[in-house]
């Protein structure tokens, strides 16, 4: 099992990622996987509600809304809870 860590990812971008693998050997030809081999998947990051306006933060909480309404719920209440201060 392995694990792929990306780090400075950028908020509200989509990405792509490609693996594939070839052989280690040092002389021609390589061998590479075929294209039609080749594994990819795309995810996309979300604004991060910690950061900017009140209204940048609440538009962030209701995408992320889409992913986890609970979470989402409790972040629109301390946001909103702040405000009043």
Do not use: H
Not at 4 to 24: C, G, H, M, R, W
Not at 37 to 63: M, R, Y
């Amino acid at each position: 099992m392995g694990q792929v860590v990306f780090q400075d990812l950028k908020e509200n971008s989509e990405y792509v990622v490609y693996i594939t693998a070839s052989s280690p050997l040092p002389y021609e030809p390589t061998m590479l996987w075929p294209d039609s081999k080749v594994l990819t998947f795309s995810f996309a990051t979300l604004p991060n509600p910690n950061v900017g306006t009140t209204q940048k933060q609440k538009d962030s909480i209701e995408q992320f809304s889409k992913y986890n309404p609970e979470l989402a719920a409790e972040m629109m209440r301390f946001v909103k809870a702040r405000e009043k201060k």
